[in-house]
């Protein structure tokens, strides 16, 4: 059973649906990943990521298609072939001054193989897991 180990923030703020285009724009050399109701972009921190060394995640967390704004947000990652997540617990808190811009910090992948990023956006009709694969050497 998969265990969410990043807290839900709660938050107010959130791009408006027609900013999805722009989502993350200004987080340079951001990545994205999508659901039906929500797109998040995303960079990591440092930008190569070393096994048994912490790391960050800068993301913006963006509503579309009318979807309504996230109401929490979470990252978590886990390693599908091992059955486990990570030993660390990542502290997700909103990036002051920045709407629907988030930073979780303590991260760390403490063995190589393939990791799930799993970012987790809590909006009013339920919670969509965005996920992303990295493969770790």
Known sequence: MF???????ATACALPCDAVS??????????????ARYQIAYRLQPAKIAVGRHFSVEFVACAKGGAPAPAAVA????????GHGMNYKAVVKPVQNQNARYRADGLMFHMPG????????????????????????
């Open 114 to 137: 393939r990791w799930e990023l799993i970012f987790e956006v809590q909006g009013a009709v339920g919670t969509e897991r965005l996920t992303r694969s990295i493969a770790l050497e």
């Open 3 to 9: 265990r969410l180990f990043a807290a839900l923030i």
């Open 75 to 82: 990252v978590d990652a886990s390693m599908p072939e091992h």
């Open 22 to 35: 722009a989502c993350g724009a200004d987080l340079r050399g951001a990545q994205t990943i999508e659901s």
